[in-house]
């Protein structure tokens, strides 16, 4: 996943573009009312008490730019010492649980990716979620809460969006290691009668290499780490993690049926990304 891809985010039609994009927004439209109500009614104890709740895991490490850089070192190194937790007996059961559903899926993509290949079903789908739409989306959305949060001098929703850009660089960082790896290439690349069973340790593209494809997906650890941060600190909205991890789908799915990935692909980023976000950002 790169920024060199992204490009117009409408195409010549522009409809199919404009519905998933009202899409994206939807969120940003609902914390926009939901503050606007908090400004009119001065908000209740109960939503302060809630935001007071979601942010005191969080509020024993601070978040800012200035202390970005800082915050990434910390978190990498709380990453790449995951396996010493490990060693100690700790979280086997949740790895366990990921790496089988990993691999249960890694078996099944020879058998399920031929489809996205044959079928026309999602082109208009496919047309609207293009790479270069999705990294539009998932820059465009922090960078707006953003600019809403100075608006209202919300501090809360700045640092919401400062943990998501730790989060993402975080998990990208990881992601990157493992994509050289893995050396796995996109299914769109098998060429027709290939063997979609060997693609792993082929992509020969070179170190630090940032395109489509590779295991796991660029895109579904961006768009897991940014879900993730909205979900846990706007937890006590309920509709918050629906919405946030519904359009994070959205991203995956695309994925799939513009055949950039493989199922697994997406499935793993989706679980470093929420893992990465929630534990070593977030520290919960």
Request: aromatic letters at 12%; proline letters at 6%.
């Amino acid at each position: 996943m790169t920024f060199r891809e992204a490009g117009p985010l409408i195409d010549r039609t522009g409809k199919p573009q404009r519905r998933v994009l009202h899409s994206f927004c939807l969120l940003l439209v609902l914390l926009i009312a939901d503050g606007a109500c908090g400004l009119r009614a001065q908000a209740g104890p109960a939503p302060q008490q809630a935001r007071d709740s979601a942010g005191s895991t969080q509020s024993a490490r601070d978040v800012s730019w200035g202390l970005f850089a800082r915050n990434v070192l910390h978190d990498q190194k709380r990453i790449w010492l995951f396996p010493k937790s490990l060693a100690h007996g700790k979280h086997w059961l949740p790895t366990l649980g990921v790496a089988g559903a990993t691999a249960g899926l890694i078996a099944l993509d020879p058998h399920d990716t031929p489809y996205f290949r044959r079928t026309t079903a999602f082109n208009s789908f496919n047309n609207a979620m293009s790479s270069r739409n999705a990294i539009w989306a998932m820059a465009l959305f922090p960078a707006s809460v953003y600019a809403l949060g100075l608006a209202r001098h919300d501090s809360y929703m700045q640092k919401t969006v400062q943990f998501s850009a730790e989060s993402v660089l975080d998990a990208e960082i990881l992601a990157l290691v493992v994509r050289d790896v893995t050396q796995r290439v996109p299914p769109k690349d098998i060429p027709p009668g290939g063997d979609f069973s060997d693609s792993f340790f082929r992509r020969g593209k070179g170190p630090f290499y940032v395109g489509n494809g590779g295991f796991p997906s660029g895109h579904m650890i961006a768009a897991f780490s940014i879900a993730t941060i909205f979900a846990e600190r706007y937890r006590w909205h309920r509709w918050v993690p629906w919405v946030a991890y519904g359009l994070a789908g959205l991203v995956g799915s695309s994925r799939v049926t513009l055949q950039d990935h493989f199922p697994s692909d997406v499935f793993a980023g989706a679980a470093l990304g929420y893992v990465v976000s929630r534990f070593a950002v977030l520290r919960k």
